[in-house]
């Protein structure tokens, strides 16, 4: 049986809610994704939240907790930007 999609309002309101506690860790496979699906070693959350905010729906990189702490911090802040992107409209 196919599972429904959500809508853009449920993607969008998941999306504008406080990230969760942050005490479970990503998995080997999305850890090195988000390593390499985000430029956060060249820019910074606030460029890369800038250059790609608009379009991004559905961030949740910042749920988690890394084993790299640059990255795991990178990542909270992108989160951080981007709410207070959606919620400025």
């Not at 994704?33 to 790609?52: C, D, I, L, N």
Request: glycine fraction near 8%; proline fraction near 8%; avoid cysteine.
């Amino acid at each position: 049986m196919l599972q429904e999609r959500p809508s853009f309002a449920d993607l969008r309101a998941a999306h504008e809610l406080p990230p969760p506690d942050r005490d479970f860790a990503p998995g080997r496979a999305r850890e090195a994704r988000a390593g390499a699906s985000f430029q956060w070693r060249t820019q910074t959350p606030a460029e890369y939240a800038a250059t790609y905010g608009a379009a991004m729906i559905g961030y949740t990189y910042d749920a988690y907790t890394y084993s790299d702490p640059g990255l795991e911090s990178w990542l909270h802040e992108l989160g951080e930007l981007l709410r207070a992107q959606a919620r400025r409209g």
